[in-house]
């Protein structure tokens, strides 16, 4: 087999040290889609060592910062120049509608050039008042260093740039290590730095597992901060493998969303639809494998048989098949491992006492879903109640479970009801109702009458189990940068606090 070079350090595309390489898979029909190099502790050490001569002796922390963000803004543009090739990568890789893919791009484009703008906004720091005219005081941001980046697979491409973006923006260096399952899109992104003109050393990437990859990244003193997206199992991996050296961590972590609604909402026939057809996306956009799914509606109870009935109808709609094929609505799930997953949450449910309302089974095969793909249905699961597993974890596939609720209290109880706390949806009309609710949940992010938008100037992360940290707006920007006062005393004189 020819060498794959998917590996990059000190801006040498490389195949592994070790001339390991591993098959990266086509989730709608499970044929080989790509081979990368499979990267090893030796490939994760010289990524290390050279972002670290890259940040220690190299022009990019000390760049002006109207360059570093120029530099963000030729990327952003090479992005765009690239958004079918990329949409399509990721697409295949992923699974995701070609749409989506594209949606993708746009996302990556504007947080590259939001960060560019929030940068050049700056000022290089703020004044602080000593309260003597003999001191000058000033607080500015420096970048943090070395990161490592380690990400997922629902949203590689994505997830990748909420880092990359701001780190660059700082002035930092970094290693990337993409999922393995989905590796291809970041290895583009890497291109197009390079190609924008990033010198040499400032990004690498290693194609890899993520132990040894990512426990060596996490581990390693060389490295000033690690920003994880991921599951709470690695994600507590790396912290406690960062922990010895006491580096920075940020951990963007899964969660069990709450989608509540009350029967005011569907008091229309627009409103009604408006509701349902959100509930729809919440949960099954790119077959629920989205870290803030709407995966549990919370219904008020007079309007939950309705409402339910309603949404199952339109579930079993919903036209699967490969996300590159016209008419495709949602594309498989990425894995055998997330099919199996999802089909155990699904007959643990159902074992538990939750009654299927559609789905509940792999789709027959056509000819856009082939036999071999990993294709499970939309379901939905009436009747749940919070002691099911189905109810608690994180399944991160196309399982709707359905509670329901009598009063705003309990509508709140449930939805805080979960060891997380990304995301979460209020539906009514009542304005002051939806606004009290919104206050008393414990989520990262909380839409009212609304489903899953985000914005780039906005903070994203989570409460409890769900993370530590920021991304986006300006706090994800402060992720990647060290504060430091330097106090300047203008009339030096002996403070005699010992008298000899
Ligand atoms: P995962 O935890 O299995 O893998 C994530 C990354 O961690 C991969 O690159 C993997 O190789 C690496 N990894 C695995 N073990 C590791 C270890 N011991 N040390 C260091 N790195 C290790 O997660 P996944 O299945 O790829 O992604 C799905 C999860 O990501 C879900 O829980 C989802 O909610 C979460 N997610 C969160 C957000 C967010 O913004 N909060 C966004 C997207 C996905």
Same mark, same amino acid.
């Given at each position: ?13 490389? &195949? ?16 080989? %889609? ?139 260096? !970094? ?41 060596? %990244? ?101 036209? %699967? ?10 594309? *498989? ?13 699904? &007959? ?29 249905? *939309? ?16 399944? !991160? ?104």
């Amino acid at each position: 087999m020819a060498a794959v070079e998917t590996i990059h350090v000190d801006g040498v595309w490389q &195949a592994a040290a070790s001339g390991a390489q591993r098959e990266v898979l086509d989730p709608a029909d499970a044929k080989t %889609l790509a081979v990368v190099a499979e990267g090893g502790v030796e490939d994760t050490d010289a990524a290390i060592a050279a972002a670290r001569r890259a940040f220690d002796q190299g022009p990019w922390p000390g760049t002006p910062v109207a360059e570093r963000a120029a530099l963000l803004r030729r990327v952003a543009d090479l992005l765009q120049r690239d958004r079918e090739t990329i949409a399509l990568i990721e697409s295949r890789d992923t699974g995701k509608t070609l749409e989506e893919g594209r949606v993708d791009v746009d996302d990556v484009t504007n947080a590259f050039r939001y960060f560019a703008d929030l940068v050049t906004g700056e000022s290089a720091g703020r004044v602080v008042d000593a309260g003597t005219p003999d001191v000058h005081s000033v607080v500015a941001h420096e970048p943090v260093g070395v990161c490592a980046m380690i990400t997922p697979w629902n949203y590689p491409l994505l997830q990748a740039s909420w880092k990359v973006a701001p780190a660059l923006a700082a002035g930092n260096t !970094f290693v990337i290590k993409p999922s393995e399952v989905t590796p291809l899109s970041t290895v583009h992104l890497v291109k197009l730095l390079a190609e924008a003109g990033l010198p040499t050393g400032v990004a690498n990437v290693v194609t890899g597992a993520g132990d040894p990859v990512g426990a060596r %990244l996490s581990e390693h003193p060389d490295v000033d901060l690690v920003s994880f997206t991921g599951g709470l199992i690695s994600g507590t991996k790396v912290a406690q493998a960062a922990a010895p050296t006491v580096k920075k961590v940020a951990l963007e972590l899964g969660g069990k969303n709450p989608n509540v609604v009350f029967a005011d909402a569907c008091a229309t026939a627009e409103g009604f639809d408006t509701a349902v057809d959100q509930a729809l996306n919440a949960a099954f956009i790119h077959s629920g494998q989205v870290c803030s799914a709407g995966a549990r509606l919370i219904i008020e109870e007079s309007v939950r048989e309705r409402f339910v009935a309603e949404l199952a109808r339109r579930a079993e709609k919903i036209k %699967l098949g490969r996300g590159t094929e016209d008419g495709v609505e949602c594309g *498989p799930l990425v894995s055998a491992q997330q099919l199996d997953k999802t089909e155990a949450y699904v &007959a643990s449910a159902l074992a538990e006492g939750a009654l299927l309302r559609c789905g509940g089974k792999q789709p027959e095969p056509n000819e856009v879903r082939p036999a071999t793909g990993y294709f499970y249905l *939309p379901t939905v699961l009436d009747q749940c109640h919070r002691e099911m597993r189905v109810v608690r974890e994180e399944t !991160f596939g196309p399982i709707l479970t359905v509670e329901s609720f009598q009063t705003e209290d309990e509508a709140v109880t449930l939805a805080n009801d979960t060891e997380y706390g990304l995301a979460g949806a209020v539906w009514s009309t009542d304005t002051a109702r939806a606004r009290r609710v919104a206050a008393r949940l414990r989520h990262g992010t909380v839409w009212i009458n609304d489903y899953h938008p985000y914005l780039p100037q906005a903070e994203w992360g989570g409460f409890g189990k769900s993370g530590v940290g920021r991304e986006l707006g300006p706090a994800g920007l402060d992720e990647y940068r060290e504060t430091k006062h330097v106090y300047e005393n203008l009339r030096p004189s002996p403070v005699r606090w010992f008298a000899g």
